[in-house]
């Protein structure tokens, strides 16, 4: 993996004032700890690559229909409805501005968006809602249509833990509920393994309409595009999600469109038959330019892998916990669970460096020395992170039936629901994030 960023980059969302086309910027920096600068900016032109043995200005986005003679890409009728019924396009109302160029009030924000694991969930770029950790929409004013059924706008429901802005492009994802499930559409599957794209691999974008193409598009279908992967990133680089570099053709409204992995001119499906989502796309470099070749100072596509802890993420949001009928207890009394204990134990090293540091203060068994007191610190900053990371706790079970529950669970990027079956007269293990879970509807189950 590559160690490093980049150049800021535009997010590719959509934002109408009556008719003028804008782009919000929500990365204006030269490194990617900068903070986010919410700008926004005209802006005229798409970034669209040179084509290898053209001089010509070639734009590679083609609608879906036009997939197998444009790009060369094979798709199955059952891909092609799957295509039509999980992506689509957000619009959310943003509040009332008054546009002085226009003299005009009122603006509406658009992107791209992929249903992913269940028919009611979406993922897409974070920058639809948020310029930074600052909600630029009313949540409430959102809605979703899907090309296979595009009458039919659905509300978008956005969790309260999702609710929560972001500072890098990595971090720019959410997962949104809808209303109802989207009719017709057998979501997109993740990748079972975090294994990352790699440098060289060819990736095919699908994402909503686009503001500025060359080609004649057609706003009835989604818009398709071939690329290729030429910088990945580790997500341990800068926390999250891995992220990529690639040289799509992409413009406004592409982001949070999909992006799958090619195989031999195919996406790559799972043993069901189901394509597998790889990430989304959700920006372009600041400075990028027109009829320029990729480089990785100006004119690169990023995209946000469906791995790490997005992917954790998706997975924990489409658990749906198994209903549990509720039954009778021999014992008698209502289903209890006792939390015994919500924190991690001392290890043996700690311990080691603990006495350690006794020795330092107190002097006895000889002086300490700069080995021991250099390994007393290092012992305990790293004790004192993995604490902050993460706690255990334990439950008893002290009746002699099982007990069914949940609770929350939760990564840097929002919660779950984790289901638990807790054996009878059992003492249960687990981990959460930060704090002892909240234990909700503990009942004796079958």
Known sequence: MRQGFGAGAFAAIGVTIVSCAVAASPVNSSSPSDAISARISLLHHALIYAKEGSRKLIDGRWNLSQSESKLGITLSADETEQLLACTGQIVCQAPDVHNEEEDRIGRKVTASAVSVLRPDLLVTAKHVFFAGKKAIVPFGSCSFRSYSRRKTAIPVVV??????????????????????????????????????????????????????TLNKISSR???????EIRDAFSGQVLGGAPFYYANLDFDLGGSGGAVFALSDGHPV????GRLVLRGISVAYGLQAMNNKPYSEERNFTIIVGLEGDFRELVKGKAAQPPAVEPASCADGGAAKIEVISDSVASTQSEALADACGRSAKTGKAGTATAECRALTKAVKRAAAQRVQAKHEFRLRNDTSCKICFTYDRCNDYGCWDEAVKASAKST????????????????FCE
Do not use: W
């Open 221 to 227: 279908e989604p818009v398709v595009a071939k690329g």
């Open 269 to 272: 499906e799972d043993d069901d």
């Open 428 to 443: 249960l293990f687990a981990g959460v994030r930060e704090q002892a879970p909240m234990i909700k509807t503990p009942q």
């Open 159 to 212: 969790d309260q833990d999702q609710r929560r802005g972001y500072v890098l492009n990595n971090q720019d994802f959410i997962v949104l509920r809808l209303k109802r499930e989207l009719e017709g559409c057998n979501s997109f599957a993740i990748n079972r393994s975090d294994a990352p794209l790699g440098e060289g691999d060819q990736v095919l974008s699908v994402t909503a309409d686009q503001f500025h």
